[in-house]
């Protein structure tokens, strides 16, 4: 038998993902956009009523308070997913709440002097307030970064084998979001999981009138037939006996978000009241600033690969991040009690339905303000069960951390150098952030744990991310081992031309500004 050929055996490097339907700038018919956008809206919807769920409570608000905080933060993810697709890096992707924000957030809340109001709904307002002082003052650094370009200096120490670890840990760090909470209610997570599996890959060829509907509308598909099966569920009584943890995970009308919204309600700057600045809280926000930047940056590079575009050049990369910090700006003038990164679960749903149209997020941008204003609607939507979320997050986060995996193909894996950096900041980025869970749930409070409460707040948000320690690890390796003798197979000769505007002739089409304005801006 003749020896394979080595053409047979490998595969050649490719600058963009083959068999997209619709890449970034490439758009379907109308209806097909209005349908798709929808889908990333119902998407969007998990993390924007999870997060004001967890946190409002332990601010002393009510479920009316809840409702509120739900609308102002769709309205502002809407606002943010449009400035980011026409004036920052004009990706596809949705920049809605982050959960970076989590450990300095609740540092405010517990902060003794909001902890000893005793009236519940003024505490929820001081506190709010406190939230959005920090918001706005650490919202400075990400639009210090981005317009000043320092993040596009930094960023040319990047290399494909260093930005492996980070995009890949963008998805896999959020394992926790996942099963763990497909788990709380199985009889519902199970068949939510395999229908989605089953609709987006095994069915996909299914087509109407050339139109691979299975495919292209799996999430929107199985949503509904796993929300009404878990309607019947809540309606025959079948959680009617069992503990309230139970039925918080597995009712459809536990959320309490349809009675309380309001019918119209439009949300408005400094609605809460005007914000209060506290240094230590501001130092302590910066911590999450920089995470949602690092974050954001491995999400972005995701992105291009599943919108069939090539990896943004620095410039496009630092004024999204620039229009990132406006975005966070602006959830501290609104009160949305956290600030914004790219949604990682709707790069992932490119991937998914094989469309990278920016048109489609922008459509889905409009769904989430409009439906922010009209709120019985809204709420309507937002009171699918978290675990029909959590089971679409498994497949999501996962398509999301393996196209941080394609990018080994542009280096050389047979280098022990690139084994040993891979392999380390893999490991590092898992282990550490595991590290500081465990310790905090056993001790209550992080490994971190000085008297000066916002250098406790700084080091436990960056030590408590995936992609940030394997940004710290992977960079501070790929550019100290060996650099100067290993460009090639750190994959630089194939990254070194996507680093500058007019490196690839591509980037004109995918990247410039519309409305003509490069030429108040022209691109470096």
Not at 360 to 388: D, E, H, N, R, Y
Not at 389 to 412: E, H, K, M, P, R
Not at 465 to 474: E, F, G, H, K, R
Request: glycine letters at 8%.
């Amino acid at each position: 038998m003749a020896a394979p050929k080595p053409e047979e055996i490998s595969h050649p490097p490719m600058d963009q993902i083959q068999g997209f339907e619709y890449c970034i700038d490439s758009n379907p018919s109308w209806a097909e956009a209005i349908a798709l956008g929808f889908q990333h809206y119902i998407l969007a919807l998990g993390t924007a009523v999870m997060i004001p769920s967890f946190l409002v409570p332990l601010m002393g608000g009510t479920d009316d308070d809840k409702v509120r905080v739900v609308q102002t933060l769709l309205f502002v993810e809407g606002i943010n997913t449009l400035l980011q697709t026409l004036f920052g890096t004009r990706l596809p992707t949705v920049v809605g709440g982050s959960y970076a924000f989590m450990v300095p957030v609740i540092s405010i809340i517990h902060d003794s002097s909001l902890m000893e109001i005793s009236d519940p709904h003024q505490r929820f307002l001081n506190t709010m307030r406190a939230i959005q002082g920090a918001l706005i003052v650490a919202s400075s650094i990400q639009i210090i970064l981005g317009y000043s370009q320092i993040w596009a200096i930094c960023s040319r120490f990047f290399s494909p084998l260093g930005m492996v670890p980070v995009i890949s840990l963008v998805g896999f760090g959020l394992f926790d979001r996942g099963f763990p909470v497909l788990g709380r209610c199985v009889e519902i997570g199970i068949p939510m999981l395999f229908l989605f599996i089953a609709f987006s890959q095994y069915l996909k060829h299914f087509q109407t009138k050339q139109l691979p509907v299975l495919e292209r509308f799996a999430l929107l598909i199985s949503v509904t037939v796993i929300w009404a099966y878990a309607h019947l569920l809540t309606a025959s009584g079948a959680y009617r006996h069992r503990p309230e943890t139970t039925q918080h995970n597995c009712r459809t009308d536990k959320a309490n978000l349809i009675s309380s919204a309001p019918w119209i309600k439009i949300p408005y700057p400094l609605q809460w009241g005007a914000p209060t600045f506290d240094a230590g809280h501001a130092f302590g926000m910066m911590a999450a600033v920089l995470v949602s930047l690092i974050e954001s940056t491995g999400a972005y590079k995701a992105a291009s690969r599943l919108a069939s575009a090539t990896p943004p050049p620095a410039h496009v990369l630092s004024r999204g991040i620039g229009w990132q910090g406006i975005g966070i700006l602006l959830s501290g003038l609104f009160g949305t009690s956290t600030g914004s990164t790219v949604s990682v679960e709707n790069v992932g749903l490119l991937g998914s339905t094989r469309v990278g149209s920016r048109r489609v997020i922008q459509i889905s941008a409009g769904f989430m303000i409009f439906f922010s204003i009209l709120g019985k609607f809204g709420a309507l939507f937002a009171s699918i069960p978290f675990t029909i979320f959590a089971a679409v997050y498994c497949v999501l986060f996962g398509l999301v951390a393996s196209v941080g995996l394609s990018f080994l193909q542009f280096t050389n894996m047979n280098s022990m150098r690139n084994l040993f950096i891979t392999g380390v900041a893999f490991f590092l980025g898992l282990s550490i952030p595991e590290y500081f869970r465990e310790y905090t749930s056993a001790a209550l409070h992080g490994p971190a744990h000085t008297r000066a409460g916002w250098f406790n707040d700084f080091l436990n948000t960056i030590f408590f991310s995936s992609p940030t320690v394997a940004l710290i690890v992977a960079i501070f390796l790929d550019n100290t081992l060996d650099y100067k003798d290993s460009a090639r197979d750190r994959g630089m000769p194939w990254w070194v031309k996507f680093r500058t505007f007019k490196g690839d002739s591509r980037n004109e089409e995918f990247y410039t500004l519309p409305f003509n304005l490069n030429r108040f801006f022209p691109p470096s």
